[in-house]
């Protein structure tokens, strides 16, 4: 088969491609047949050595998927060859996805419905799980609520936007673009913001009528997050999704509000999370409120080019190698 391997950390070029043996599936595994493969920014940070958790080299990177099944082990039910599925990890752990097969537990593996594609189906893993366990189980966010999408272009922002929208919170989504603007849109904002603009803070407060917002996703901390607090209204949270630095805050704009600063890693999610997560997302996916948008494609081999491209600022939609 032919896999993406590192045998070092270090930049996107520590990735090459190599040929392997075939897998073949054990009495409890599944082999699927890759078919796309989702490419996240986790990914690169795990690849460069700096991330709080590293696998034992050489490694496989990515946890993200989407394929038919291959073959299944002689304990295995619920799944047959033939059945298209995504996937969020395999029996390597966080990791394997970068390759033209993989092996999985049923754990692992979910049924992808007709409508969506392969490019789809990889887009699912960690966006749209992040999206839903930041929204769900960190915010506790409610029908009625404003949500304000920090960085709503990407994989996750976008996927955030649809699932709010889709259970009836009112969405303020945030883009550095027209372009990416409009898309935000198009998933289900009712508000757009772009924010590069000067007093785009006091746009999201016109928005809700000086009120505040109740829940911000932000996908970027070490910018945002002083402001992102200004902007809360009464017993507002912060859910930081993503950060790549240090920030200074004022502790003053959570006191008065009640608010809270919420962490979270999608890694802390326990498999009962993960199986209500990933129940939901199967639901929203064959009922068509939930539809990942795809950036860009690249061949497998170019994995080192969409590690760059998936860091670049800007990015719109879900970047995806196709092995």
Known sequence: MKTIVVREFGGPDVMQLEQMADPTAGRSEVLVRIKAIGVNPVDTYIRSGGYARKPSLPYVPGSDAAGEVEAIGSDVEGFAAGDRVYLYGTTAGYSGAYADRALCTTANLHPLPPKISFAQGAAIGVPCATAHRALFHRARAQPGEIVLVHGA???????????????????????????????????GADFVVNHHATGYVDDIMRATGGRGVDV???MAAHINLDRDLALLAPHGRVVVVGNRGRVEIDPRHTMGRDAAILGMSLFNATPPDLASIHA????????????????????????????????????????????
């Open 153 to 187: 272009t990407g994989g996750v922002g976008g996927a955030a936007v649809q699932i709010a929208h889709h259970h009836g919170m009112t969405v303020i989504g945030t883009g550095g673009t027209d372009r990416g603007l409009a898309q935000v849109r198009e998933q």
């Open 216 to 218: 911000v996703l932000e």
């Open 280 to 323: 939901a997302l199967v639901a929203a996916l064959a009922n068509g409120t939930l539809s990942p948008l795809i950036g860009r494609e690249f061949p497998l081999a170019e994995a080192p080019q969409a590690h760059e491209a998936v860091m670049a600022p800007g990015a719109l939609g879900k970047i995806v190698l196709i092995p």
